[in-house]
C-alpha cells in the first residue's frame, strides 16, 4: 500500500467494540475529504465500508512490534530493528490520531517506561492529536507526573470528563469536551415496539477487578429481575453485548435463566447499522456498557445506568445528569421499580447542550484540517 503524508495515522481500540467502532467511523464521516490509515484488524463489519479509511497491514505489525520491543534483551533488539523497517514503509505522517476512551489507567504502577508505547505512537507524526480520553484510574501519583511529561508533547489532547482535565488543566495543550459520540448529534427513534434493550457486562471476566468479580451474581440476579417485570408487562426483551468475547458468558447465562420466547441476545459483530435500527425502535435502555448509555441519549430514549466504572459515573457527573442510576456495588439493593419509575418519568435524558459541546472534542483538528 503507498501512504502520503498528509494521511491521518489513526489509533483507536479495535476488539469488535460498540463504543470504539463508533469513534472510527465518526471520525472518518467528520472528514470525508481526509484519508485515515488504521490496522488492517479494523477491516470488518460496518468499519470495511468506510470509504476513506486504509487498513494497513504495517501498522498492524509495526504495533504488534512495538509492544514486543517493550520487553527484554534479544526480543526488543529484533523488534525494533524490525520496527524501523516498518517506519520507512508508512513513512512520517503530518497527523496522527488517537482517539480512545479508557487507554489511560493503571492499577500497577511500576516506572515512566510504562508510556512508552504512547510516546513511540506520538513519534509517528509531525503532530499528533489525542481525543474523547479520560484519565485513570490509578493508584499511585507519579502515574500522573509521567503522563504529564509525556503528554506536554502532544498537540492537542481533549478529555471527556471534568475530573480527567482537571489533573492536566495546567498543561496548555489539554481540553475538555463530552464524549465524541455525542457529536452525531440526536438521532431519530421511531419508538414503535414495546422493546427494552438491556446492556451486559460478565462481571467475572478474567481482566475484572476482584471486587467486581464478587458481585458476579448480585448483578445477574438483578437484572433477572429487571426482566422478568418488563416480561411480565409485555415488553420484549433484548440482551446487547457491546464486546461479546467479553459479555457474552453473561448474557448466556442470564438468558437460559430467563427461558423466555420474549428474551434475546444481540451479540455486537460489528454493524453499526444493525446498532442503528436497535435503537430507533427500542422504547427503554437498561445500560451498563458507557456508550449503549450514550446511544440512548442521543436517540432520546430513557435510560437507567448501572455504573461499574469510574469513567461512566464521572462522565454523568460531568453531564450534569440529572435521571437516576445505581453503581453495581449497590445493585443488590436497587428496587425493580425504582428502574421503571424513573423510566417512565423521562427524566433521564441529557441536557442539549452537553450534546452540541461535544463537537468541541474536535475543534484543534478541525482547525488543522481546515486551514489545509
Same mark, same amino acid.
Given at each position: 500500500?503507498?501512504?502520503?503524508?498528509?494521511?491521518?495515522?489513526?489509533?483507536?481500540?479495535?476488539?469488535?467494540?460498540?463504543?470504539?467502532?463508533?469513534?472510527?467511523?465518526?471520525?472518518?464521516?467528520?472528514?470525508?475529504?481526509?484519508?485515515?490509515?488504521?490496522?488492517?484488524?479494523?477491516?470488518?463489519?460496518?468499519?470495511?465500508?468506510?470509504?476513506?479509511?486504509?487498513?494497513?497491514?504495517?501498522? #498492524?505489525? &509495526?504495533?504488534?512490534?512495538?509492544?514486543?520491543?517493550?520487553? *527484554? @534483551? %534479544?526480543?526488543?533488539? +529484533?523488534?525494533?530493528?524490525?520496527?524501523?523497517?516498518?517506519?520507512?514503509?508508512?513513512?512520517?505522517?503530518?497527523?496522527?490520531?488517537?482517539?480512545?476512551?479508557?487507554?489511560?489507567?493503571?492499577?500497577?504502577?511500576?516506572?515512566?517506561?510504562?508510556?512508552?508505547?504512547?510516546?513511540?505512537?506520538?513519534?509517528?507524526?509531525?503532530?499528533?492529536?489525542?481525543?474523547?480520553?479520560?484519565?485513570?484510574?490509578?493508584?499511585?501519583?507519579?502515574?500522573?507526573?509521567?503522563?504529564?511529561?509525556?503528554?506536554?508533547?502532544?498537540?492537542?489532547?481533549?478529555?471527556?470528563?471534568?475530573?480527567?482535565?482537571?489533573?492536566?488543566?495546567?498543561?496548555?495543550?489539554?481540553?475538555?469536551?463530552?464524549?465524541?459520540?455525542?457529536?452525531?448529534?440526536?438521532?431519530?427513534?421511531?419508538?414503535?415496539?414495546?422493546?427494552?434493550?438491556?446492556?451486559?457486562?460478565?462481571?467475572?471476566?478474567?481482566?475484572? #477487578?476482584? &471486587?467486581?468479580?464478587?458481585?458476579?451474581?448480585?448483578?445477574? *440476579? @438483578? %437484572?433477572?429481575?429487571? +426482566?422478568?417485570?418488563?416480561?411480565?408487562?409485555?415488553?420484549?426483551?433484548?440482551?446487547?453485548?457491546?464486546?461479546?468475547?467479553?459479555?457474552?458468558?453473561?448474557?448466556?447465562?442470564?438468558?437460559?435463566?430467563?427461558?423466555?420466547?420474549?428474551?434475546?441476545?444481540?451479540?455486537?459483530?460489528?454493524?453499526?447499522?444493525?446498532?442503528?435500527?436497535?435503537?430507533?425502535?427500542?422504547?427503554?435502555?437498561?445500560?451498563?456498557?458507557?456508550?449503549?448509555?450514550?446511544?440512548?441519549?442521543?436517540?432520546?430514549?430513557?435510560?437507567?445506568?448501572?455504573?461499574?466504572?469510574?469513567?461512566?459515573?464521572?462522565?454523568?457527573?460531568?453531564?450534569?445528569?440529572?435521571?437516576?442510576?445505581?453503581?453495581?456495588?449497590?445493585?443488590?439493593?436497587?428496587?425493580?421499580?425504582?428502574?421503571?419509575?424513573?423510566?417512565?418519568?423521562?427524566?433521564?435524558?441529557?441536557?442539549?447542550?452537553?450534546?452540541?459541546?461535544?463537537?468541541?472534542?474536535?475543534?484543534?483538528?478541525?482547525?488543522?484540517?481546515?486551514?489545509?
Amino acid at each position: 500500500m503507498r501512504y502520503k503524508k498528509d494521511d491521518i495515522l489513526l489509533f483507536a481500540c479495535i476488539e469488535k467494540n460498540i463504543g470504539d467502532d463508533l469513534f472510527i467511523q465518526t471520525i472518518c464521516n467528520r472528514y470525508p475529504e481526509k484519508y485515515f490509515v488504521i490496522s488492517n484488524r479494523a477491516k470488518y463489519g460496518s468499519l470495511a465500508n468506510v470509504k476513506n479509511l486504509k487498513f494497513s497491514k504495517e501498522l #498492524e505489525w &509495526w504495533m504488534i512490534l512495538d509492544s514486543v520491543s517493550q520487553k *527484554k @534483551k %534479544i526480543k526488543k533488539m +529484533i523488534a525494533n530493528t524490525m520496527k524501523v523497517v516498518l517506519q520507512l514503509l508508512l513513512g512520517k505522517h503530518d497527523m496522527g490520531v488517537y482517539i480512545v476512551g479508557n487507554a489511560f489507567k493503571n492499577m500497577d504502577y511500576h516506572g515512566e517506561t510504562q508510556l512508552q508505547w504512547f510516546v513511540n505512537r506520538v513519534k509517528l507524526s509531525d503532530e499528533f492529536y489525542l481525543i474523547s480520553t479520560n484519565f485513570g484510574p490509578f493508584n499511585d501519583q507519579r502515574w500522573v507526573m509521567d503522563a504529564k511529561n509525556r503528554f506536554i508533547e502532544v498537540k492537542d489532547i481533549c478529555f471527556r470528563d471534568m475530573q480527567s482535565y482537571n489533573l492536566f488543566a495546567e498543561l496548555p495543550n489539554t481540553r475538555y469536551a463530552p464524549d465524541a459520540i455525542l457529536s452525531l448529534g440526536k438521532q431519530k427513534n421511531k419508538r414503535h415496539k414495546r422493546k427494552v434493550l438491556v446492556s451486559i457486562i460478565d462481571c467475572s471476566f478474567y481482566a475484572r #477487578e476482584d &471486587w467486581l468479580k464478587k458481585l458476579v451474581n448480585e448483578y445477574e *440476579k @438483578k %437484572i433477572f429481575e429487571i +426482566i422478568q417485570e418488563f416480561e411480565r408487562r409485555g415488553y420484549e426483551i433484548v440482551l446487547i453485548n457491546s464486546n461479546s468475547e467479553q459479555d457474552g458468558p453473561a448474557s448466556r447465562r442470564i438468558f437460559e435463566k430467563c427461558n423466555s420466547s420474549a428474551v434475546s441476545i444481540y451479540d455486537y459483530k460489528g454493524s453499526l447499522d444493525e446498532l442503528k435500527e436497535l435503537y430507533e425502535e427500542t422504547m427503554y435502555v437498561i445500560g451498563t456498557r458507557l456508550h449503549t448509555i450514550i446511544l440512548a441519549w442521543l436517540y432520546d430514549v430513557p435510560v437507567y445506568p448501572l455504573v461499574y466504572d469510574i469513567k461512566v459515573e464521572n462522565m454523568l457527573k460531568s453531564y450534569s445528569y440529572q435521571g437516576g442510576y445505581t453503581h453495581i456495588k449497590e445493585v443488590s439493593q436497587l428496587a425493580v421499580y425504582t428502574v421503571l419509575e424513573t423510566l417512565e418519568s423521562g427524566e433521564c435524558r441529557i441536557n442539549d447542550k452537553v450534546i452540541a459541546d461535544a463537537n468541541m472534542q474536535f475543534s484543534a483538528l478541525d482547525e488543522r484540517v481546515n486551514n489545509e
